[in-house]
């Protein structure tokens, strides 16, 4: 199936989405240093990126009409910087906003459906209008604003228009949920917004595939039947005491169906230490040490039997932030950019081009492959269903 992949960044969502049977006919990218990554693993013979068509430039130099009646999905991360929590929080009054351009791509090209992420703080309560506003021109495309008319009186003219029933000319069918990674088998606390729309004219009926994984499953192994442990063959006096979660445990009646999440341990233990163990860590892509990880409020590292807390992209505090295993015996350093890759569900065979900082920058900012394969193979499914 013949896709469109915008604001591709280092290429998580691209990635997972190629995984699950989309072919993108063109890939879009402003960053020179995430084109640099894709570019580096297209040099790569069998890379998943090896045959993606990338331009380098600005979305909004692209002419989507000359797709009109070719794709089966426009998907992309428009960026998120105006409604990130670490951003300045400016949403429609940042000239970053690429929404307009998502959606300008959708009514042009007129895709059979659309995936599109953004952070949690798209969802705050401050936002709220303008969540409601994104959505509805995602619904209703061909709604487009006025000269001179401002985003909140197009906002009233689109609740409208939706509220008259009228589905005359392109609309979608959308789909939106915060999805939270970690409960999807991602190693990662991390919470993203996906809109997925499928076009109304093919009559379709979509939902949000079911959790697999659990913060319940992962307690009942560690605190139950202990074969968390047996698993990573770590001793009983190595094993880290919470007697809050062990009676949390104790309290549950039954063995959860769903797998355990999965942890910073379960996606790195198989790396050498690239502290302790540099000789051995140097023939793995991108796993060098980085000194001067320090923990301090607010950036205190992620338990090695947990899932990670969100991995930034390097502007909250010192660089990389919040990016830090916390070991067991209370130390933190920073993860390497192979494991933090790791945490992303990026395949080992896929490098990053830069210093540690720009590769932790895009890495910040990507979205999980395991998320958008997940998410992309229910709507390859359900596309197959119509054809």
Same mark, same amino acid.
Request: charged share 25%.
């Given at each position: $199936?013949?896709?469109?992949?915008?604001?591709?960044?280092?290429?998580?969502?691209?990635?997972?989405?190629?995984?699950?049977?989309?072919?993108?006919?063109?890939? *879009?990218?402003?960053?020179?240093?995430?084109?640099? =990554?894709?570019?580096?693993?297209?040099?790569?013979?069998?890379?998943?990126?090896?045959?993606?068509?990338? /331009?380098?430039?600005?979305?909004?130099?692209?002419?989507?009409?000359?797709?009109?009646?070719?794709?089966?999905?426009?998907?992309?991360?428009?960026?998120?910087?105006?409604? #990130? $929590?670490?951003?300045?929080?400016?949403?429609?009054?940042?000239?970053?906003?690429?929404?307009?351009?998502?959606?300008?791509?959708?009514?042009?090209?007129?895709?059979?459906?659309?995936?599109?992420? !953004? *952070?949690?703080?798209?969802?705050?309560? #401050?936002?709220?209008?303008?969540? /409601?506003?994104?959505?509805?021109?995602?619904?209703?495309?061909?709604?487009? %604003?006025?000269?001179?008319?401002?985003?909140?009186?197009?906002?009233?003219?689109?609740? @409208?228009?939706?509220?008259?029933?009228?589905?005359?000319?392109? !609309?979608?069918?959308?789909?939106?949920?915060?999805l939270n990674a970690a409960n999807h088998g991602v190693p990662q606390k991390r919470e993203r917004v996906l809109f997925v729309g499928f076009r109304e004219d093919l009559d379709l009926e979509w939902s949000f595939p079911v959790e697999t994984h659990s913060a319940e499953a992962l307690l009942w192994e560690q605190h139950r039947d202990a074969t968390y442990w047996d698993r990573h063959k770590v001793a009983r006096k190595d094993?880290?005491?919470? /007697?809050?979660?062990?009676?949390?445990?104790?309290?549950?009646?039954?063995?959860? =169906?769903?797998?355990?999440?999965?942890?910073?341990?379960?996606?790195? %233990?198989?790396?050498?230490?690239?502290?302790?163990?540099?000789?051995?860590?140097?023939?793995?892509? !991108?796993?060098?040490?980085?000194?001067?990880?320090?923990?301090?409020?607010?950036?205190?590292?992620?338990?090695?039997?947990?899932?990670?807390?969100?991995?930034?992209?390097?502007?909250?505090?010192?660089?990389?932030?919040? !990016?830090?295993?916390?070991?067991? =015996?209370?130390?933190?350093?920073?993860? =390497?950019?192979?494991?933090?890759?790791?945490?992303?569900?990026?395949?080992?065979?896929?490098?990053?081009?830069?210093?540690?900082?720009?590769?932790?920058? @895009?890495?910040?900012?990507?979205?999980?492959?395991?998320?958008?394969? $997940?998410?992309?193979?229910?709507? %390859?499914?359900?596309?197959?269903?119509?054809?």
């Open positions: $199936m013949n896709s469109i992949e915008l604001f591709a960044g280092a290429g998580g969502l691209g990635i997972g989405l190629h995984r699950a049977g989309f072919y993108p006919l063109k890939v *879009v990218e402003r960053d020179a240093y995430c084109c640099d =990554t894709i570019r580096e693993n297209q040099r790569r013979a069998g890379s998943v990126v090896a045959d993606w068509a990338l /331009e380098q430039g600005d979305v909004r130099s692209v002419d989507f009409g000359a797709y009109s009646g070719k794709l089966d999905l426009i998907s992309g991360g428009p960026p998120c910087q105006p409604f #990130s $929590m670490g951003g300045k929080h400016k949403a429609y009054d940042d000239a970053r906003d690429m929404f307009p351009e998502a959606i300008r791509a959708v009514r042009e090209a007129q895709p059979k459906a659309f995936v599109f992420e !953004n *952070v949690k703080g798209l969802t705050r309560a #401050s936002f709220q209008n303008y969540f /409601e506003y994104i959505q509805l021109q995602m619904r209703h495309p061909e709604i487009t %604003a006025r000269p001179d008319e401002d985003w909140s009186e197009h906002h009233a003219r689109l609740e @409208q228009h939706h509220m008259s029933g009228s589905r005359e000319g392109l !609309n979608y069918r959308l789909v939106t949920r915060l094993r880290p005491e919470k /007697e809050a979660m062990a009676q949390r445990a104790l309290r549950m009646d039954a063995k959860p =169906t769903t797998a355990p999440w999965k942890t910073v341990r379960d996606a790195i %233990a198989d790396l050498p230490d690239p502290e302790h163990s540099p000789h051995k860590a140097k023939a793995i892509s !991108n796993h060098r040490f980085q000194s001067g990880a320090r923990s301090y409020p607010g950036h205190t590292g992620s338990p090695l039997d947990e899932p990670a807390k969100t991995l930034k992209a390097g502007v909250h505090g010192v660089p990389g932030g919040e !990016n830090m295993l916390l070991k067991p =015996t209370g130390e933190v350093r920073y993860f =390497t950019v192979r494991e933090s890759a790791r945490l992303q569900t990026f395949p080992d065979d896929y490098v990053f081009h830069g210093s540690w900082s720009e590769t932790m920058r @895009q890495l910040g900012n990507a979205v999980p492959v395991r998320l958008a394969e $997940m998410v992309g193979k229910d709507v %390859a499914r359900r596309l197959r269903f119509a054809a």
